[in-house]
């Protein structure tokens, strides 16, 4: 069996930037244990797997990380509509469903894409576990149910130095939780790292999920609705923000890297 492989930088504007995804466009599902196996050799952030559609979306959509099948995944939802528009230049949009985020949509927007993904503000917590393990003195601590554990600091310096123990990090909270870490940014509104070692993701380059926590809470906090970001991982991404109520648009670049099969 071949499967049609596309590897994706995603919020990158040249190779090797921002955060690469594989895409794997298939005509039914395999089983799970299947689809676990190959997101572990792929040895990726994100592995995507959509399946056409009927009704009002085009395609069905599933993410898996090395480790586990994650509930949302934003820069491989935007690399998968990287994929299905350039295959197609007459779509100026395409709509995903997926199994616990509803409908979610990537639209072109000139040479960049919008990513619609549901807004998930978090809330003031006195749940210090994740700032702990990583050694932070914070401004704030926040969460958001579905396992985002938000740590604010009062500078980017602070936010660059952080070494983080991803042992201890991953033993500080049982699951596969998402410890995001914020700050204002020098040259962006905000900045943000975010660490995922139960999950196989030891530090995330760019990850859409995690602003569409921090977008509400920063809109909030800087009193306008449009922000921009930047991720400050190694690889290292920007992303445009956007709160459009009870929605969070992000705005970025793809650049295709590999194109291939996969051979079951």
């Known amino acids: 069996m071949k499967i049609r492989f596309i590897q994706v930088d995603a919020f990158a504007d040249r190779p090797f930037t921002g955060n ?20 572990a050799e792929n040895n990726l ?9 009927s009704g009002d979306v085009d395609f069905e959509l599933r993410w898996f990380t090395p480790a586990v099948e994650v509930a949302l995944c934003g820069h491989a939802t935007l690399a998968s509509g990287h ?32 990513l619609d993904l549901p807004a998930l503000p978090p809330e003031v917590s006195t749940d210090r576990r994740s700032a702990d ?20 600091l009062g500078s980017e310096a602070e936010l660059l130095a952080i070494q ?6 991953g033993a500080a909270v049982p699951g596969d939780p998402s410890h995001i870490v914020t700050a204002p940014g020098e040259r962006t509104d905000f900045v943000s790292r975010m660490f995922a070692p139960n999950a196989g993701i030891d530090e995330d380059p760019v990850t ?37 109520g009870d929605r969070v648009v992000l705005g970025g670049t793809c650049v295709t890297v590999i194109e291939g099969e996969f051979r079951l």
Do not use: K
């Not at 952030?45 to 559609?53: D, I, L, M």
């Not at 990583?134 to 740590?151: A, I, K, S």
């Not at 983080?164 to 990090?169: E, G, Q, V």
């Open 164 to 169: 983080p123990d991803f042992r201890a990090l």
């Open 45 to 53: 952030a994100e592995t995507a797997f959509y399946v056409p559609a």
């Open 20 to 39: 690469p995804a594989a895409v794997m466009p298939l005509d039914a599902w395999l089983d799970d244990e299947t689809l676990q196996a190959i997101a």
């Open 83 to 114: 994929v299905v528009l350039g295959d197609d230049a007459s779509r100026s949009s395409v709509r995903f469903r997926t199994r616990q985020r509803g409908v979610l949509e990537v639209r072109r927007s000139g040479r960049s894409y919008e």
């Open 133 to 152: 393990a990583l050694g932070l003195t914070p401004e704030e601590t926040l969460f958001r149910d579905g396992g985002y554990f938000v740590t604010v």
């Open 208 to 244: 859409g999920s995690a602003h569409a926590v921090l977008t509400p809470y920063w809109a909030r906090r800087l009193g306008r609705d449009e922000l921009t970001a930047y991720q400050a991982s190694r690889r290292g991404g920007h992303v445009a923000c956007r709160l459009a």
